[in-house]
């Protein structure tokens, strides 16, 4: 049965990270070594990775608490002519394990969603202790290459992650594969996102993550859910920077 977006409570576990986005021009190359000279013109700072998933659930209107720790600061430099990303630079930060962290009662929700950049926020361990608690839907994004760790647990990885898991999970319809612009596979079956011009894919699996986790609750269908959240990324990569697109523009 499906519900409305008002009355979806989610609870969001993950690692998250500041944004730094640097934008300058690039008109000279330095007398010093073979290198651009980037002349910074402003910067942009934003949430990234768990947090910028949750802005995606709260943009398409759900009720959403997150758990989360900051573990890094990504600083990007982007030429303004053109948006291109010149450089990246990740910066650690110490933070805290989500046993260290005091977390809701599971009940309160109707699903979880982990987004897990493997920073050492959310072991194996809390991943099976969550999944052993909680009742409902659970949907993760992992980095961790011992997928067959995570049963009854809705798995959404991209191509790389998936070519170099060591383990994958016994149920493979539990596994959602992103493909990047070409195709998502769930199981036996295939679908092809819409064709857009790219301009940045910063932060579009935590949009596929979001609105797939979304849609499903209202719609009580993987198929749908795959297609909507397709519709959401293909949103996102039109922008620059990472972007939450809203419930009216993916309905569009």
Same mark, same amino acid.
């Given at each position: 049965m499906s519900q409305q977006q008002s009355s979806l409570k989610i609870l969001l576990i993950g690692d998250s990270c500041y944004d730094y986005y640097h934008y300058g021009n690039v008109s000279r190359i330095s007398p010093e070594a073979p290198i651009p000279i980037f002349d910074l013109s402003h910067i942009d700072k934003k949430r990234g990775m768990a947090s910028n998933v949750y802005d995606n659930l709260k943009a398409l209107g759900a009720d959403v608490h997150i758990v989360t720790t900051f573990s890094e600061n990504k600083r990007r430099y982007i030429d303004k002519k053109t948006g291109?990303?010149?450089?990246?630079?990740?910066?650690? &930060?110490?933070?805290? #394990? %989500? *046993?260290?962290?005091?977390?809701?009662?599971?009940?309160?929700?109707?699903?979880?969603?982990?987004s897990d950049y493997d920073k050492g926020f959310v072991s194996y361990d809390a991943i099976t202790s969550i999944r052993n608690e909680f009742d409902g839907p659970i949907f993760l994004d992992t980095k961790?290459?011992?997928?067959?760790?995570?049963?009854?647990?809705? &798995?959404?990885?991209? #191509? %790389? *992650?998936?070519?170099?898991?060591?383990?994958?999970?016994?149920?493979l319809n539990s596994l959602i594969v992103t493909y990047g612009s070409d195709k998502i596979v769930w199981g036996s079956k295939e679908f092809y996102p819409p064709k857009v011009s790219a301009y940045d894919v910063c932060g579009a699996g935590d949009t596929f993550l979001a609105s797939l986790a979304f849609?499903?609750?209202?719609?009580?269908?993987? *198929?749908?859910?795959?297609?909507?959240?397709?519709?959401?990324?293909?949103?996102?990569?039109?922008?620059?920077?990472?972007?939450?697109?809203?419930?009216?523009?993916?309905?569009?």
């Amino acid at each position: 049965m499906s519900q409305q977006q008002s009355s979806l409570k989610i609870l969001l576990i993950g690692d998250s990270c500041y944004d730094y986005y640097h934008y300058g021009n690039v008109s000279r190359i330095s007398p010093e070594a073979p290198i651009p000279i980037f002349d910074l013109s402003h910067i942009d700072k934003k949430r990234g990775m768990a947090s910028n998933v949750y802005d995606n659930l709260k943009a398409l209107g759900a009720d959403v608490h997150i758990v989360t720790t900051f573990s890094e600061n990504k600083r990007r430099y982007i030429d303004k002519k053109t948006g291109q990303q010149l450089l990246r630079v990740d910066e650690k &930060i110490d933070s805290e #394990q %989500y *046993e260290n962290v005091m977390a809701p009662l599971f009940s309160d929700y109707n699903a979880i969603v982990i987004s897990d950049y493997d920073k050492g926020f959310v072991s194996y361990d809390a991943i099976t202790s969550i999944r052993n608690e909680f009742d409902g839907p659970i949907f993760l994004d992992t980095k961790k290459k011992n997928l067959g760790s995570f049963n009854n647990i809705f &798995i959404k990885i991209n #191509q %790389y *992650e998936y070519e170099n898991s060591e383990y994958l999970p016994n149920d493979l319809n539990s596994l959602i594969v992103t493909y990047g612009s070409d195709k998502i596979v769930w199981g036996s079956k295939e679908f092809y996102p819409p064709k857009v011009s790219a301009y940045d894919v910063c932060g579009a699996g935590d949009t596929f993550l979001a609105s797939l986790a979304f849609e499903y609750l209202r719609k009580n269908s993987m *198929e749908q859910a795959i297609k909507f959240a397709m519709k959401a990324a293909a949103i996102t990569v039109q922008k620059i920077g990472v972007y939450a697109p809203s419930l009216m523009e993916i309905e569009k």
